[in-house]
């Protein structure tokens, strides 16, 4: 029988209990006074009605370990750990403030516009936080498996601090007993890393994954992946990406919302590696961003206080009060005001410079003598574009193309564009705009086997669409930039065959689509989508 707990109980000989501070669905914490050292502590103890489950008491131990191994400012201390009554206790730092998902639902109760959306600062600021405490519990080898807005404490000086470590998996432990079920998904369904979802093996970059459903969370004031129960919500990861921000918080710095996107790619080697690269990303991201709050030139700032910083760490913003303009009225020549043996003469400054210019004009003439009279052969290095176009190219490849995502686009199904049936296709993901939201866009490149121009043949199996085509005549480029400019616009309302000439001799090809139209396929939130049937090359002999 576990001895229940109640105000002014004493615990181990040194912690009297005060008051119940807060309830999980596993354990309860009270506020305690530690006696030895008169201050305030939280004790956690385990349900009484789970104290004595073996699996669950281990892995509470488990995490009382794993907490004491990660001494870290963004991290809850561990003091002490003590059995009282059979049972084990906790006994932590206490935190005087409030979890983040306390924060959030607070700001959706005071305003229905407000959505429970932070400032960009507080949320960067929340995100540099907890992705240094991910990157000591990484290295230490330690994976939380739940991060959440209810998993990370907030303090009025500023403080961000991560805590319940309950579910965390040591990395690499082959000796030690996973006590979580292979059928069981360990973690909240709607911060789950898509290959928790899948039961895969985790690391790092699952916590790094749940940590930008969280940041993203923060700014546009809901969840990406919200579906009837936890099991629709989980799965939908697997299926989709997230809206992108860009549409829902047209304010935040585009710098700050392709961090947020890339801690949340699908696959764990597009995102970052390590909790160190995610903060450094942070920082500079909001440090290179040009916003709302960014004083105005000449301006002097005044102190406005975050209500989550210190007043140290406050943020600067422009005056908005008009400043008087003291440009003198009339024509002011202060070089007057030196003796005149001082003053600047431009005739005195001039000849120097005369003198170096008729220098350059005669060693110019004789630099052109000089080549007239050399018999010596000039060596031209040939222009790689001089190399013939013998209309034999043909198509090599084809390959998906997302400069500003994963690098690819449902690359799985570009096999479909070759295979001379129209009833199997490529596709673009479900998107929550016709112009691909936060994207400029996303492609198909066409590598040839040689040099040449000719007529790309493409079947769209959806409408509406608006493609620009690229051609380059070397190693396709990474990003759009290096594409130049595009050599032509396609755009259609009606599916079918379109053939798209190529006049420019080219060795790679780019169909970059802008924008596509809805498709029945996809969901009401992401409804539009692009899709091309088959792709063929028919070169041209040139003249």
């Not at 432990?173 to 979580?180: K, P, V, W």
């Not at 039961?199 to 970059?205: H, I």
Request: hydrophobic content about 35%; some cysteine; glycine content about 8%.
């Amino acid at each position: 029988m576990v001895a229940p707990f109640e105000s002014h109980y004493l615990i181990g000989g040194r912690y009297r209990l005060e008051r119940r501070v807060a309830t999980g669905g596993m354990a309860e914490v009270w506020l305690a006074l530690d006696e030895q050292l008169q201050r305030q502590v939280a004790v956690k103890r385990l349900k009484e009605s789970i104290a004595k489950d073996p699996v669950v008491l281990e892995r509470f131990r488990r995490e009382a370990v794993a907490l004491a191994r990660l001494t870290h400012p963004n991290i809850v201390p561990v003091y002490d750990c003590v059995e009282d009554n059979g049972t084990l206790v906790v006994v932590m730092r206490y935190i005087n403030g409030k979890s983040l998902r306390d924060i959030l639902d607070e700001r959706k109760e005071q305003s229905r516009d407000a959505k429970g959306i932070l400032t960009v600062h507080t949320t960067v600021h929340i995100g540099r936080s907890i992705a240094a405490a991910l990157d000591k519990a990484h290295r230490e080898g330690i994976v939380h498996r739940d991060i959440k807005p209810g998993n990370i404490l907030m303090l009025p000086n500023g403080e961000v601090l991560l805590t319940d470590f309950g579910i965390a998996k040591s990395l690499g432990a082959q000796t030690e007993e996973d006590l979580t079920s292979d059928n069981i998904m360990m973690g909240t369904a709607k911060y789950l890393s898509p290959e928790q979802v899948q039961g895969k093996p985790l690391d790092g970059r699952a916590d790094i994954y749940a940590l930008g459903l969280v940041l993203y969370e923060c700014l546009a004031g809901r969840v990406p992946f919200q579906g009837k129960n936890d099991q629709e919500t989980a799965v939908l990861r697997l299926q989709r990406d997230p809206t992108p921000l860009n549409g829902l918080c047209p304010d935040v710095p585009s710098t700050v919302i392709s961090v947020v996107h890339r801690m949340m790619r699908r696959k764990p080697d597009n995102r970052f590696t390590t909790g160190e690269e995610v903060a450094r990303a942070l920082e500079s991201a909001l440090a290179g961003s040009h916003d709302a709050i960014t004083p105005a030139v000449g301006g002097t700032p005044n102190k406005v206080r975050d209500p989550l910083m210190t007043p140290q760490e406050g943020i600067t913003r422009t005056p908005k009060s008009p400043q008087r303009d003291n440009t003198p009225k009339r024509q002011v020549h202060p070089e007057k005001s030196l003796p005149r043996k001082q003053r600047t003469s431009l005739m005195r400054n001039y000849i120097p410079v005369a003198t170096i210019l008729t220098a350059a004009v005669v060693m110019g003439v004789l630099l052109w003598n000089g080549l007239q009279n050399t018999k010596s052969a000039v060596v031209v290095s040939p222009d790689p574009s001089s190399v013939a176009v013998t209309g034999n190219a043909a198509l090599a490849s084809i390959r998906s193309y997302d400069p500003e995502g994963d690098n690819v686009e449902n690359d799985e199904l570009v096999k479909n564009l070759t295979d001379g049936s129209a009833s199997t296709t490529w596709s673009t993901v479900c998107y929550v705009n016709r112009s691909f939201g936060s994207k400029q866009g996303v492609g198909l490149v066409l590598a040839l086997t040689e040099r040449g121009i000719g007529t790309v043949k493409t079947t769209f199996a959806s409408a509406p669409y608006d493609i620009d085509v690229y051609a380059v005549d070397g190693p396709a480029p990474a990003n759009l930039d290096g594409w130049g400019f595009a050599q032509s616009n396609i755009a259609g309302a009606d599916t079918g065959a379109v053939d798209i000439p190529v006049a420019i001799p080219a060795t790679h090809i780019l169909l970059f689509f802008k924008e596509v139209g809805r498709h029945p396929s996809c969901s009401s939130n992401n409804p539009y989508k692009g899709e091309v049937a088959e792709v063929e090359f028919y070169p041209t002999a040139p003249e």
